[in-house]
Structures are given as C-alpha cells and as structure tokens.
C-alpha cells in the first residue's frame, strides 16, 4: 500500500487526473491543454513529422492512433505497391456531368480506401480552374463553380456512403469513415 501511494505521489499531476483530452464534451481549449501537458517533449516533436510520406505518428500510450493516408484522385495510390483501380481524372469525370457517376466511383474509392487500411483519401481536388498553367488541373471538375460542387458532392458522398456501408467486417480499421479531404492547391 506504501508503494502505491509513493507512485501516485511521485506522478506528474497531469497523470493522476482524468483524461480531459478524451472527454468530447469539454471545450477543445480544455482538452488540448490537458494533452500537451501529457505529451512528452520526444512525443510532441515526433507529432510535428510524419512516420513516412503517407503516415503521421500516433502516441499509443495516450490511445492516440497513428494516421495512414492515401493520395486518391484517380484512385487509391499505395506506398507498398499493393494493386488498386485506377478511374479517369477529375476533368475526364467532369465532361459526364454525372454527379451520380462521382459517387459510384467515390463508392469503389471508398472501399480500396479501406481495403488498403488508409484512414485518410486526400481526394477529391476541389478547386475552381483559373489557370491553365497549375499542374494539377487534370485532377479537378470544372472552372464552373455550380458542376464542380455538384461532382464533388457526389463524389464524398460515394466514399463516405460505401465506407459505412463496410460494417460487416469486425476489424476496427473499417468500421471507420475513411475522411474524405480536398485539397485547396493554388
């Protein structure tokens, strides 16, 4: 018994409280301030990069789980090589004017999403073409802001609609959404 109170005693006080981080109905303000007086200087540098190109740290020890992403525009790119679909890009998919089509395609992105065990799609590329000269202009809808809304509606609503649709599996992995997340790229 002597042990046990001399531990408690010589923990940090952050350590002997509750876990405010966890809890979602106190204010975010509460909840960040109680996880960085958590953290530890290495775990809190270790946050500030990347495990690889496609994968940020978690903390286990605070149950914070780390992030798998996934480039997904014309489909699920993966680091290790694993084989996925890959569908026409945006502009191709645009020229149907088929937001109907987007979220079929959203589907079957939502699902190798999971399949490959990301947690993040970093697609679609949600940006209104001002530029011919912006790399990237293959991978958006449209320079008409109304089209663009409309396929990109249809698309997150096709990956998010087929990643829940995947409960019947028991791994914890994909019974989560996978985040659908566009990328503003100027």
């Not at 740290?57 to 680091?79: A, F, K, Q």
């Not at 694993?82 to 020229?95: E, H, R, S, Y």
């Not at 065990?117 to 949600?126: E, F, I, R």
Request: aromatic share 6%.
């Amino acid at each position: 018994m002597f042990c046990a109170a001399l531990a408690l005693a010589a923990m940090p006080a952050a350590a002997q409280k509750a876990p405010v981080y966890r809890d979602a109905r106190a204010p975010i303000e509460a909840r960040v301030a109680d996880l960085m007086e958590r953290l530890t200087l290495d775990e809190k540098i270790a946050l500030l990069a990347g495990e690889s190109s496609m994968t940020l740290n978690g903390v286990p020890r605070l149950g914070i789980p780390g992030v798998r992403m996934t480039d997904g525009p014309t489909g699920v790119r993966s680091p290790e090589g694993k084989p996925a679909t890959v569908f026409p890009v945006g502009v191709a998919l645009a020229a149907t004017w088929n937001p109907d089509l987007l979220r079929t395609v959203g589907a079957a992105i939502g699902r190798e999403t999971l399949a490959h065990g990301a947690d993040v799609l970093l697609a679609p590329t949600v940006n209104i073409v001002r530029t011919p000269r912006w790399g990237r202009n293959f991978e958006t809808y449209s320079e008409d802001p109304w089209l663009t809304s409309r396929l990109a509606l249809g698309y997150v609503r096709g990956v998010q609609g087929k990643a829940s649709a995947s409960r019947s599996s028991i791994s914890p992995r994909t019974t989560r959404k996978p985040i659908a997340s566009s990328w503003m790229r100027w």
